[in-house]
């Protein structure tokens, strides 16, 4: 046995050696992580909504929650996904939530139930929807995009993700603030993202107590475009 082994070693070694060469000895990409089992699998959150309707902006809104906005441009985005070949699911149909293994035991859909959901799904990548709020201070505008660092299921790849939305949104939208990367480290990590197994990032996609934002936020057009920079970056990151 050992005499056999003195010679796998080296072999292996080289074999090593030569897929690398090959492959220019580059990290797996998110295709490659993804499509071990076949499918390529994206899974949405729409924050809020059901029983929680998330901010609120009587003035910039009206009857509009959150919870509307984020369903709006989740919705959209499940449909460019689907036409483009993906399975998407997402965490909840606007009515009723899913049953999951894990129950808080309170009576909202809460972030641990999401994280659930996903988990106990093939997802190849998690993207949580939601709008921002600061009432304090209305000139605060732009959209932001938070990954987790340092958590239980965090890799390069949940930066990855954070930073090719980044490029595509700057890219669509050049007139625009430039999109906000947030990391989000350890246990101070947003639930949703901490305790979800696939790369996952959460985008808060503008302030409902912004005038401006808040007026694109509620345009379907807007919704659409936002949607579509989403699935764009999302083709690329999966990109073989």
Known sequence: ????????????????????????????????????????????????????????????LGALTEADINFMITSKLAKLLTDRGYTVLMTHDGKKQPETEYDD?????????????????????????????????????????????????????DLYFAQTFKKTFDTAFPNDKQVILRDMRGEDCFT?????????????????????????LTDETWQTQFASVIADAVDTYFAK
């Open 1 to 60: 046995m050992k005499r056999s082994f003195r010679y796998i070693l080296p072999l292996s070694v080289l074999l090593l050696s030569i897929l690398l060469s090959c492959n220019g000895g580059h990290q797996p990409s998110a295709y490659d992580a993804a499509i071990s089992d076949g499918i390529l699998c994206v899974v949405l959150d729409s924050g809020h909504g059901l029983s929680d309707t998330g901010a609120l902006s009587e003035e910039n």
């Open 192 to 216: 949703v993202l901490y305790k979800t197994t696939a790369p996952s990032v959460l985008i808060e996609s503008g302030f409902i107590t912004n005038e401006n934002d808040a007026a694109r």
């Open 105 to 157: 035991g309170k009576d909202s859909y809460g972030p641990s139930e999401r994280a659930d959901f996903s988990n106990a799904n093939p997802a190849d990548l998690f993207i949580s929807i939601h709008c921002d709020s600061f009432p304090s201070d209305p000139s605060v505008y732009g959209t932001r995009i938070y990954y987790p660092v340092d958590t239980p299921y965090s890799t390069s790849l």
